[in-house]
């Protein structure tokens, strides 16, 4: 057993490049979009709030992380993290990213699509990118061909919600074209009203089905105003209800044409994020609003992703990874009843903060290994992170990785794979939406937090967003304190000095994979 989980490993360090040996099962990750640590039944989540029956079927049969991690809490850098295997505070512009922004990773860059495909992975996306498309400088021509975009970094097939659902435009991207656009009907996006009569939040409010609660009150499609304006392409838009279906279509699709080659699926739902709209068919299947409903149309489709891996013979040779790009909102922007129907549910579990805070709920988030006969079911302490994968991955095919390349991402397979006695990370950087300086270190129980402008936000997950003053240093033992709540950085200066220091190095560094982690 432990022979044929470190086999790849072994085989990636002495042979180089390829390997007969490596192990090659297809990869499905499925990434939530703003899931907490509490938010499904296997993370702690009540019965009576929402129940999460496919996804914690996930946790029974595979691997359950306590210490699972995306690196940002917000999606852009999370989402650059995870396919570059760069912490995205290493570079500028990886902060969320608005409708026009051109493709922040350019060709050239080395990601996890391109190297997978070297060991002979057949790869995809489908579902929310928001990365940018197009060159730089110019931003997405969206009548035209939405070059460069995944195709030329490293993915085969895309079929994408560009952006995000509250901006705009709400079209579906399939390769590098808009779908169903009408060329008669051209599609024009742009940050100002493109005329005084152009409809939005502000003139039209007593339109929406969705009213907002902060930003988001631009052109209105669907009945929700979204951030930005766009005009025509009407043919080419969607349904915010119909999202999810669209994600598992597509990808049986996908997967049924590609299942005999090796695959790597990148399902990146737009679920839970705002506005959570639900279709009709999961409306009130929670007692937590639409907030809930979404998150039960979300296991529904990892309920489908199973179901057609076990149709097609594929579920002993697929690991499936699921993980969120960031931890929990609850107003996001829109008044859609998520703090009012909060109850006692608690979206981050134990843990402080979430999206865009650096304390624990902003990236601890469910993270879950599943591959059956391969993985044997428990829960692991290990610390792991969506920025790991690349590297796990990757290596686990038996493709060597260029020095330059993946320069934040560790080989953790083997605590991915639950390997008994095999460690997950042994240190982690958190980090916000970048820009601001603040960060969090965590080493094994410890964790500092480095606040730039002793400003925190979203501390309270069940309140509505605002900003805390909080100190510069803080010095947490997470494993006697999971909230963080005591600050023990003036007993311990020491220590404080030592991690803070440590930290300092890593960002100075420029990278933290060891040149030859393949044979870590
Ligand atoms: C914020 C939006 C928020 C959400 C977030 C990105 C406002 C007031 N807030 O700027 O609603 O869209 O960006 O979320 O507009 S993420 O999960 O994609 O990072
Ligand atoms: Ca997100």
Known sequence: MYLKHYLPIFCAAFLGSTCLFASKPNVIVIMADDMGYGDVGCYGAKPKNLKTPHIDRLAKEGL??????????????TRYSFLTGNYAFRRKGTGIAPPNGPSIIQPGETTIGDLLKKAGYKTAVIGKWHLGLGAPGKGPDWNGQLKPGPREIGFDYNFLLPTTNDRVPQVYVENDRVLNLDPKDPLWVGSRKPSPDHPTGITHRDTLKMDWSHGHNSTIHNGISRIGFYTGGHA?????????????????????????????????????HVPRIPHERFRGTSALSYRGDVIVQLDWCVGEIVRILKEQNLDDNTMIIFC????????????????????????????????????????????????????????SDEIVCTIDLATSLVSQAGVSIPEQALVDSQNIIGAL??????????HLIQQDNGGRGNFGFRKGKWKLLRHAKKMARNVKVEETLANTNVERLTLINLEEDPGETKNLAKSNSDLVEKLNAELQTILDAGRSRETDSVSQ
């Not at 044409?257 to 839970?272: E, G, I, M, R, V």
């Not at 709920?361 to 006969?373: A, D, E, K, L, S």
């Not at 794979?417 to 042994?426: D, H, P, S, Y």
């Open 236 to 272: 080419a838009r969607f349904r915010d209800e119909d999202l999810a279906d669209k994600w598992v279509e597509k990808s049986e699709e996908w997967i049924k044409q590609n299942k005999k080659d090796p695959f790597f699926l990148f399902f990146a739902s737009h679920d839970l």
């Open 417 to 426: 794979l639950g390997v008994e006695g095999a460690k997950g990370r042994e």
């Open 324 to 379: 969120s790009d960031n931890g929990p909102v609850g107003d996001d922007g829109y008044k859609d009843g998520a703090l009012e129907h909060m109850g006692d549910h608690k979206p981050a579990g134990p843990y402080k903060g979430g999206k865009y805070s650096i304390f624990e709920g902003g990236t601890r988030t469910p993270f879950i290994t599943w591959w059956p006969g391969k993985i044997r079911p428990g829960v």
């Open 64 to 77: 359950r992380f306590t210490s699972g991690y995306c690196s940002a809490s917000t999606c852009t850098p």
